[in-house]
């Protein structure tokens, strides 16, 4: 398969990259790239070289998946064109369309000019998938843009707009219309040559050149550790470094020996699960194809804190939302959070005044059902009772337009014995977004056994819109991410009931990465409604104790009451921050000796392993039950949705990180049940990656 086509123009030679949909840079690419750059060295009618990209795009850079295969001595990489651009006596220029990123725009920096259309993007977002920058980017972006914003720019893996790029030379020209043509035009101007490998590395805009290593140890510090999400991180400073100290040549091959370390390490290889599985969710084998309706206005039933979210979710992703609720409080304490979330957004130079009254009206308050006859799609976010919600969607089924979807953000409930009040259980779907509904990335699409592969289809289209990861579960008790989260509180309950603080327990969990312990979340959600959960499904959620009921009869329900299995103070970390509280392991002790559970010695290996393993069995027996799809959703689901480490990958790519087997061992150790598939994979010495995807089917 040819993967270049060239042309000539004028003695410009346009060598155009083609490998849809793309144009990633694979060996396959590469190798077929370079003896044409070759040839257009030694083409003494050749004045200038343009590159460029067919798709609509100029490069995604390096194919991802070839980080995996094993090179041989026949391979190319786009590291080797890019060194034969830089030994060129010709004038090299790149013509960028949408996207120029990781290897793509390491190619154009190779390149003397760049010219980028007005809408296109460039950044260097290799750490992103656990890596750096590895064809040139860390050398030469420091000595274009200066250290400092170099730096700044490859560790958030920040992807930036022409009006930067711009202003920070990393583009030379921006235009509007057709970018090829003003590139060849520059070319046949016969520009002088400038390589940006022949510059110096400057820190930045009035920082002295003494100021280096402060700048280099200061960027290590401000980057997690190593061990915990950090390497990457410290490999880039670490070739940034080399940018500094050593001759162009000598600080390539130090970049290159830094990225080939990175491209086998455990965490590069679960970020890089985590980039594709994300591209998977929206693919629903033996769902039939469906073209998804166009979503112009939504509802949103209830102006609590999920439903305010929702809207202004809505609000910023330019669809005008009607808010019902009868409480007036509600409404106008709701109307101040909107007004609050645009000005801040105003204050931090993120929208403009104008912009920010224009979003606040598309929000609407009213008590008016009818107000929502027209609406596309509506989401019920009101309290977590089926009856209240059965009412509110036996009323919304007479009133909304019989095409519009009905939805429900419930967390646990079951979408078909609510769908099953309305006449089109077709167009009823769940919508389970997460608090802050605003911020939170993730969305859970909850399909019911009548629902349509329209509506399904929709789903998906409306997350993409609001901007939110979806992924399909089943209609099961809790979804995905839920019912493995109330074995993880298990799990981590327990731990205390055998005398451990939740103190100690939470300070493993964020060792390992989670951004907070399980008992801070458990504060932070509301003790009440892990109360309300285990009273409804005691079967699942009940732990072995009753210190849930003794927290709620204390009062103590979490953050909101500045009490639950923490203490909080206003004065430390806003009230936001856990402070151990002696009373709650002494409650921990009480209840265990009264359900007869002796306290034990319990060591921090054990403690992560209870909490990670309980996860890891559950998404197993939901696998099973066709309640996920496959293993990547669920570590989506995690990732995004719970904080679970990227760099681990999620629960399923956890598993296999440290061998289903020792995870089934260990299970059973522990005294739980083993999901049947946890013990298949063990027994065959398999892992989750291999796992067939099912199709959904409905526990
Ligand atoms: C690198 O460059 C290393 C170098 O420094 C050193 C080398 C020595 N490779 O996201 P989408 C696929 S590392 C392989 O849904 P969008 C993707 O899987 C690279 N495949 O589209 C999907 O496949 P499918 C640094 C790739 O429009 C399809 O393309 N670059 C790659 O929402 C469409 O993708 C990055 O990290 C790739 N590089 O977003 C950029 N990129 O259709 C990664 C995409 O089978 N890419 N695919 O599901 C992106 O950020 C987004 O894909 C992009 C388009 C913004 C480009």
Redo the contacts with the bound molecule.
Sequence with gaps: MAFIRTEDRDGVRIITLDNP??N??SFALSGELLPIVEAATADAGVKAVVFTGANG?FS??????DFSIEPTPETR???DVIAAVERSDKIFVAAIEK?A????L?LSLACDYRVADAKARVG???I??G?????G?TQRLPRLVGAQDALDMMLKGRNVKMDEAKEKGIVDEVVEGNVLDAVVKLAQSAPPKRRISARKVELGKGITPQAEPFVVSQAHKMVPPENNGGLAAHKLIDAVEAAFELPFAFGLAREARL?EELARSQPSFALRHV??AE??LA?IPGLPAAKPLEVKKAGVIGAGTMGTGIAITFAQAGIPVTVIDSNEEAVEKAKQTVFGMFMYQVQKGRMTQEDAWKLGQSIQFTHEYEELADADVVVEAVFENMDVKKDVFKKLDTIVKPEGILASNTSTLDIDEMASVTKRPDKFIGLHFFVPANIMPLLEIVRGKDTSPETIATAFKLGKTLKKTAVLSANAFGFIGNRMVFDYAKAAGELAEEGISPARIDAIAKKFGFPMGPFAMGDLSGIDVAWHIAKARPDIAKGRTNVIDRLVEMKRLGQKTMAGYFKYDKAVGKGREPIADPEIEALFAEEAKKAGITPREVSDREILDRLTFALINRGAYLLEEGVALRPGDIDIVYVYGYGFPPHHGGPMWYADEVGVKHVYDRVREFGWEPAPLLKEIAERGGTFADYKQGELVHA
């Design positions: 949909p793309v990633s840079l795009i995604a850079g390096a194919d991802i998946n990489t786009i590291r996207n990123l990781g290897g793509g390491e260097l977002p290799e992103k998938l890596l750096l920058p590895g064809a980017g990225f980039f594709f591209r998977e693919k």
